[in-house]
Nanobody, 115 residues
């Protein structure tokens, strides 16, 4: 069982930045892939960004060039740096881990982009 602790959400103005953090309860080296998903009201949950154990990354087209996912192995943490935020980025963001074929989810953190 992998537990994921998320932090870093909040309210930000359009054009601003936020950084989300996700700390898994087991070593990052034992997790095949870590990612961030988001779900806006009335919409399906969608992949935002993902990073694998070999540091391969992929992003939703809507966030390419604005968001960056990264891993800090020393801190056993994955980050999502979000820049140039738009109102349409408003959603609950969930950390996701794929460990030994099982998917785990964090509790979610709210990101609101509004003036």
């Amino acid at each position: 069982q992998v537990q994921l602790v998320e932090s870093g959400g909040g309210l930000v103005q359009p054009g601003g930045s936020l950084r989300l953090s996700c700390a898994p309860s087991e070593s990052i080296f034992g997790i095949y892939a870590l990612g961030w998903y988001r779900q806006a009201p009335g919409k399906q949950r969608e992949l935002v960004a993902r990073i694998t154990i070999t540091d391969n990354t992929n992003y939703a087209d809507s966030v390419k060039g604005r968001f960056t996912i990264s891993r800090d192995n020393a801190k056993n943490t994955v980050y999502l740096q979000m820049n140039s935020l738009k109102p349409e980025d408003t959603a609950v963001y969930y950390c996701n881990a794929n460990s030994r074929g099982t998917l785990y989810w964090g509790q979610g953190t709210q990101v609101t982009v509004s003036s």
